[in-house]
């Protein structure tokens, strides 16, 4: 299992185990709103009672205070209406809410208990009171704690949500700039050491064309073309970490030209093509494209098990001002669910491999180009399609990599 797999399951596995912490915590508090509703309803009805026993001791001063205390002191909203819907009497109302101010007077607002007499009718059944023959009905709703404490695990989850999501950006931030830091120093570190060797070969070279008269020999022509190769590749590793600099190119000989390299150093089994405008324009730097052609043609090239071909397409889109480069190959194709993962450090198939070449591809393409890579087709055992994106010349605007 390569490091993006075994990074990603972990937080799958962290993400699961948040699921059900919320889960158990939404089920824990739902059972005890359940309960306080059964000691509520309880309550009602103790009030309901209360009030009626209530009018029977109207003579009893003492007694009749005692009730009345119980009966203000309940903690829900109630309304008592006639059986014809009229509003009697109200207890545990915001009473900030009752009335309005009218041309400097209070005035009695009415449609507020009908809008929470409706309220009442929509969460319980209200019960039938006996007052002195007559018929009265109660409503009540749930109380105020009773509310906030229905909202409380979803407001929980929210503020732990925010939290884990602050979190998580802030150390991916931290781990994504050491990172880079680790990255530039392993690339200007690596330009460092390939220098000197490189001069060396060069002064071999020199040496081989002079003692051996061998000036217009192909094999010394190919071992110069390569070392100019190597050369390039230090210099593309001592820019990784500055700022680069983008010049006006034609986008169809940068690639023709780098094919041409690369193709001699391919099997002949692979067949190479490039079509579309060859006159579109790009901003570019090109030790640096020719890296991310480079990462494309060989992850083409390696999924090619036998005979196959690789093709680049050029399109430019007027309507958009873009370039579209599409590198197409012939080979066993990637699943629909890794079109994203290709593209994270360490992911590989090969049993021999880094996983970085796309990774790489990707920061070249997106923080050094301001232009899009990604997969727009695969299908198994058919081949694979990536897509770059880039802006035309005229309506590049430089950004900060």
């Known amino acids: 299992m390569n490091p993006y797999e075994k990074?990603?399951?972990?937080?799958?596995?962290?993400?699961?185990?948040?699921?059900?912490?919320?889960?158990?915590?939404?089920?824990?508090?739902?059972?005890?709103?359940?309960?306080?509703?059964?000691?509520?309803?309880?309550?009602?009805?103790?009030w309901v009672k209360i009030t009626e026993r209530s009018m029977l001791l109207m003579d009893n001063e003492n007694l009749n205070s005692i009730v009345d205390d119980v009966r203000e002191n309940t903690k829900m909203p109630v309304i008592v209406t006639n059986s014809d819907g009229t509003i009697l009497s109200s207890i545990g109302l915001d009473s900030t809410k009752t009335w309005y101010p009218d041309n400097e007077k209070l005035v009695y607002d009415s449609l507020y208990f009908v809008k929470e007499l409706s309220k009442m009718k929509a969460q319980h059944k209200p019960i039938a009171m006996n007052i002195f023959g007559d018929?009265?009905?109660?409503?009540?709703?749930?109380?105020?704690?009773?509310?906030?404490?229905?909202?409380?695990?979803?407001?929980?989850?929210?503020?732990?949500?925010?939290?884990?999501?602050?979190?998580?950006?802030?150390?991916?931030?931290?781990?994504?700039?050491?990172?880079?830091?680790?990255?530039v120093g392993l690339a200007k570190e690596t330009a460092h050491q390939l220098g000197t060797p490189i001069s060396s070969l060069m002064a071999w070279v020199e040496l081989m064309k002079s003692k051996f008269d061998a000036?217009?020999?192909?094999?010394?022509?190919?071992?110069?073309?390569?070392?100019?190769?190597?050369?390039?590749?230090?210099?593309?590793?001592?820019?990784?970490?500055?700022?680069?600099?983008?010049?006006?190119?034609?986008?169809?000989m940068v690639i023709s030209n780098f094919i041409d390299y690369f193709k001699v150093r391919t099997s002949d089994k692979?067949?190479?093509?490039?079509?579309?405008?060859?006159?579109?324009?790009?901003?570019?730097?090109?030790?640096?494209?020719?890296?991310?052609?480079?990462?494309?043609?060989?992850?083409?090239?390696?999924?090619?098990?036998?005979?196959?071909?690789?093709?680049?397409?050029?399109?430019?889109?007027?309507?958009?001002?873009?370039?579209?480069?599409?590198?197409?190959?012939?080979?066993?194709?990637?699943?629909?669910?890794?079109?994203?993962?290709?593209?994270?450090?360490?992911?590989?198939?090969?049993?021999r491999g880094w996983g970085l070449g796309l990774s790489l591809t990707k920061r070249i393409v997106e923080n050094y180009h301001s232009g899009e890579i990604f997969v727009k087709d695969s299908e198994l055992g058919k081949g694979t399609t990536f897509r770059i994106i880039l802006k035309s010349s005229l309506t590049y605007e430089p950004t900060t990599a």
Do not use: C
Request: charged share 25%; no cysteine; glycine share 4%.
């Open 7 to 46: 990074k990603r399951r972990w937080k799958f596995f962290l993400l699961i185990f948040a699921i059900l912490i919320g889960i158990a915590s939404v089920f824990y508090t739902d059972s005890f709103v359940k309960k306080m509703q059964r000691e509520e309803a309880n309550q009602f009805q103790l």
């Open 135 to 183: 018929k009265k009905i109660a409503y009540y709703k749930d109380s105020f704690i009773l509310t906030q404490l229905r909202y409380f695990p979803y407001i929980q989850m929210g503020v732990i949500f925010l939290f884990l999501l602050t979190a998580y950006a802030a150390f991916s931030s931290a781990r994504r700039d050491e990172q880079d830091h680790v990255w």
């Open 215 to 252: 000036e217009d020999d192909p094999l010394i022509a190919e071992m110069e073309n390569d070392i100019k190769r190597l050369e390039i590749i230090t210099d593309r590793f001592s820019k990784i970490g500055s700022k680069p600099i983008l010049e006006d190119h034609v986008v169809y």
């Open 270 to 351: 692979v067949k190479f093509t490039i079509t579309g405008d060859e006159q579109v324009r790009a901003m570019l730097n090109v030790p640096l494209f020719d890296w991310v052609t480079e990462n494309l043609l060989k992850n083409a090239a390696n999924a090619i098990e036998n005979e196959g071909s690789i093709s680049i397409n050029i399109i430019e889109n007027l309507a958009k001002e873009q370039v579209f480069i599409d590198v197409t190959d012939s080979g066993k194709g990637i699943p629909r669910s890794k079109f994203d993962a290709v593209f994270q450090p360490g992911y590989t198939t090969r049993k």
